[in-house]
């Protein structure tokens, strides 16, 4: 049986196919979200564009026919602007019709009232979705690009081997297991059995269907040390030329953006492999935000990319205390980027560049659609290496959660990819005080 899908403002916005991924159903978009996008259409972000690309959308499906009537699509649905048959408001007096939110409800139950077949109010606002269930509507949230967080591909493995395959993994230089099913560039922790001090760490390489040891250039890259599995295992993937996207998810002071520095470092500046290291991230405020902010482009961006600079200067400062220096490390890294082999700008500039030749770092990327991830990801060029870290507990964007980000989006989606590894941190190693808090707290 065909049904009736009314589709909020936010739906749209978040997914322009939105509107034909419902089948062969009919899709109902309320008048009333017609009006909201155009209150979006002006903004500058993916949200702004969003609501163009609807606006379009619909525009182009007038030549089929009125809008109010339906329009077939190929899927064998419908859709059509919903123009409600009465301005009487069919809902309690406490929901006040003047919101959008309560006109987009008035519309599933009109819908309701004079249909046999069934009404489904579809929103990523939860408690539209609450107030309709209480009024007897069904509703869901948009979930065709969700994955749930808890079921995320973790990249890591623990495996019990005996100590004759750990010996025959180390003497061979790999280790084949017959019956072994894992994902490209997975790794693995392999202990020995009744021993399990005696381990070692390994990589699936899928294109020989074996276990390969790490390649790690000795035991610091630019004076980071690796301090466990999980982070030895993340810093060979972002080691690794032959690996174009790499993807690091962890609670905070796990050592994601730490590692993935360092790392492009030392493929920039030491190996010359790329010829910039380019540290993006997303503008989203922790808290209320602060408003204007005065000053040029830099001065303007320095409170967002703050904590950027705070891992550069530890990585610098690092170094010096290695040396015997103390002094110099803010002059060291904006030496580089005078040079213009370090550079940091938001993600804001980024549509319609072409990246070619660069190790690009895509910080906090949990803040970021699915739509947003495609668009960077394809904004790569030749020998360009892009890593993207981040925490899918820790979202400030309001559009998505923890299981429809770009973040766990690109991770269930490149897993079996050869070009492509992942690694979740679990375990904190910024402090003592740090570590408990990301567990109570």
Same mark, same amino acid.
């Given at each position: ?25 009919? *899709? ?6 017609? =009006? #909201?996008? +155009?209150? &979006?259409? /002006? $903004? ?111 990249? *890591? ?6 100590? =004759? #395959?750990? +010996?025959? &993994?180390? /003497? $061979? ?122 000053? +040029?482009?830099?001065? /303007? ?141």
């Amino acid at each position: 049986m065909k049904k009736y899908f009314v589709l909020d403002t936010n739906v749209l916005l978040h997914d322009v196919g939105s509107l034909f991924a419902f089948e062969d159903n009919n *899709v109902i978009i309320p008048i009333v979200a017609i =009006e #909201e996008l +155009d209150t &979006f259409k /002006k $903004d500058l972000n993916e949200i702004g564009r969003n609501a163009r690309q609807v606006s379009r959308v619909l525009d182009a499906l007038r030549k089929k026919g009125p809008l109010y009537e339906g329009i077939e699509i190929k899927n064998g649905g419908t859709i059509r602007v919903f123009i409600p048959t009465s301005k009487t408001n069919n809902l309690p007096p406490e929901l006040l019709f003047n919101k959008a939110d309560n006109q987009i409800l008035s519309v599933a139950m009109e819908l309701k009232e004079s249909s046999r077949e069934p009404v489904v109010l579809v929103t990523k606002d939860t408690n539209l979705r609450i107030k309709a269930d209480v009024l007897g509507i069904m509703a869901r949230d948009y979930e065709t690009d969700k994955i749930e967080v808890s079921e995320l591909y973790g990249g *890591v493995t623990t495996l019990t081997i005996s100590k =004759e #395959e750990i +010996d025959s &993994f180390y /003497k $061979d230089g790999g280790l084949k297991l017959e019956g072994l099913e894992a994902c490209a560039n997975e790794g693995f922790i392999l202990a020995e059995e009744g021993a399990e001090k005696h381990s070692a760490l390994a990589r699936y390489c899928a294109k020989e269907k074996r276990l390969l040891p790490l390649q790690l250039p000795g035991d610091n890259v630019w004076s980071i040390y690796p301090r466990n599995a999980e982070q030895r295992l993340a810093m060979d993937l972002l080691l690794d030329d032959s690996l174009k996207l790499v993807s690091l998810a962890g609670k905070a002071g796990t050592g994601k953006t730490l590692l993935a520095l360092a790392a492009g470092l030392q493929k920039t500046v030491d190996e010359q492999v790329y010829i910039r290291l380019l540290v993006s991230r997303p503008i989203f405020p922790l808290g209320k935000d602060l408003g204007f902010l005065p000053g +040029d482009i830099k001065e /303007k961006l320095a409170p967002w990319m703050q904590p950027i600079f705070d891992n550069l200067e530890l990585i610098f400062g690092t170094q010096e205390k290695h040396k015997g220096r103390r002094e110099g490390k803010r002059q060291r890294y904006k030496e580089l980027m005078g040079e213009g082999t370090l550079e940091i700008e938001p993600l804001t500039y980024i549509r319609g560049r072409s990246i070619p030749n660069q190790y690009l770092i895509v910080d906090e990327a949990q803040n970021l659609t699915p739509h947003e991830m495609k668009t960077i990801i394809t904004r790569a060029g030749d020998n360009t290496k892009i890593v993207i870290t981040g925490d899918p507990y820790q979202i400030d964007n309001p559009y998505i959660d923890s299981s429809s980000n770009g973040l766990t989006y690109v991770v269930e989606r490149f897993k079996n990819e050869e070009i492509a590894g992942h690694m979740t941190l679990t375990k904190g190693e910024r402090s003592k005080l740090a570590e408990i808090a990301a567990n109570l707290l």
